[in-house]
């Protein structure tokens, strides 16, 4: 049995589970190596069946594997009838991934001697832990953003507009061989640096402003995710100490990471080191999430996370300040947790850079 499976197999005996029903997008395409946006994966003890609509049939027949496909006109009814056809009669399901009305419509559907229990946190570390294979394809897609970045780079100057960028940008990814954007590319200029999530706007970049662009794309379905600053021409003293400091809480979480320590304890590094220099309360979002499949997955660096760090995580490193009408700094890179402390996967270097206007 694969270490993939093992998880379910493991979560069905801990639970006292007859079976379980995968609908997440990147757990089905992690379970069982499907990549369309629609089907049902019923796990029990004994076998696989995968569940999909007509558009999916012939492509699941090619890349699923499970014991056997299905195809459905109506997914809630089919997947009733496979309850019952199995005799299963505690059954759970992600509540993550399933709405409201379809849970009820489920229920009303099954016999009333089957019980569901929706899961939330049982289910979350599922793909926590990256497989050799995995952690090839986010080494690749970290790959793919240093050289549409470098190819890039040139375009960045004074007069150009945020969204000139980021379709450059996106260009030069999709020509690499990037499947799609890994999110809407934050490019934000001057005093838009200061939203966390400022998407390219139709802003022209000025002489004397930071540049925040934070970008990914996918390739074998796992992600890249990637925050530079850089400065065009020569920027305000305050927006260059505010460089130097979240450079060095990026740094220093770096150089800290490693298995065995708490996802906290690696916010608290950065966050500390931003709060100690009067920053605290411009830094308002965690230090970084896991990334994979999804752009934001298990587990969360946050003060709040528990979570002990392990090898094969990957996670992103990336605190910011954020200084209100001003401007704001981000550092962002992708570091994966190895048996001795981290290895870096994204690699455009995060110095200091101040480009020619
Ligand atoms: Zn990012
Ligand atoms: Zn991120």
Sequence with gaps: MSEK?????NLLTTEHLDASLVFG?????YLCGFSGSDGVLFFSNHRTIFLTDSRYLQQARQEVDADEVRCYKNKLQALADLVEETGSRQVAFDARRLSVSQYLELQRLC?????FSPLTEQWESLRGIK?????????????????????????IRAGVRERDIALELEFNLKKIGGEINS?????ASGWRGALPHGVASDKLIAEGELVTLDFGTRLGGYHSDETVTLAVGSVDGKLRQIFDIVIEAHDSAIAAARPGMRARELDAVARDLITEKGYGDFFGHGLGHGIGLEVHEFPTLTGKSDTVL?????VTIEPGIYLPDLGGVRIEDTILITEKGHECLTSIPKHYRQLSP
């Design 131 to 155: 497989q050799p294979a995995e952690i090839a394809f986010l080494k690749q897609a970290a790959d793919l953003n240093r050289r549409a970045f470098d190819a890039t780079l040139p375009v």
């Design 111 to 115: 016999p009333s001697a089957v019980t």
């Design 310 to 314: 392990t090898s094969g995580m990957v």
């Design 183 to 187: 999110f809407d590319f934050i490019v």
């Design 25 to 29: 997008r990147a757990d089905l395409r």
């Design 5 to 9: 499976h093992k998880f379910i197999h």
